[in-house]
Nanobody
């Protein structure tokens, strides 16, 4: 079992930046692939980015490629999502997730945080 707690959300103007963090506790963090998802009101929870256990490989949704960067620090049991050039359409609740054999699909992840709100104003 692993517990995940996101932080770093907030209100930002279009073109601005935010850095989300997700702190993990419980079982060994480094055994999990980590992912970020987001859910806008009345929409599905969509994949944003994922990173392998060692941090050696990453993948992004097309909508955020080139603007968002996922990274992790296994010594700190934390995964990050650096978000630049934010757009109003990035407004959503952002969730981090952990899975043993996960990648780009929501159903591959076993553990979820409670989410953090990101609002981008135009």
């Amino acid at each position: 079992q692993v517990q995940l707690v996101e932080s770093g959300g907030g209100l930002v103007q279009a073109g601005g930046s935010l850095r989300l963090s997700c702190a993990a506790s419980g079982r060994t963090f480094s055994v999990y692939t980590m992912g970020w998802f987001r859910q806008a009101p009345e929409k599905e929870r969509d994949f944003v980015a994922a990173i392998t256990r060692s941090g050696g490989r990453t993948v992004y949704a097309d909508s955020v490629k080139g603007r968002f960067t996922i990274s992790r620090d296994n010594a700190k049991n934390t995964v990050y999502l650096e978000m630049n050039s934010l757009k109003p359409e990035d407004t959503a609740v952002y969730y981090c997730a952990a899975g043993h054999t996960a990648w780009g699909r929501r159903d591959q992840y076993e553990y979820w945080g409670q989410g953090t709100q990101v609002t981008v104003s135009s």
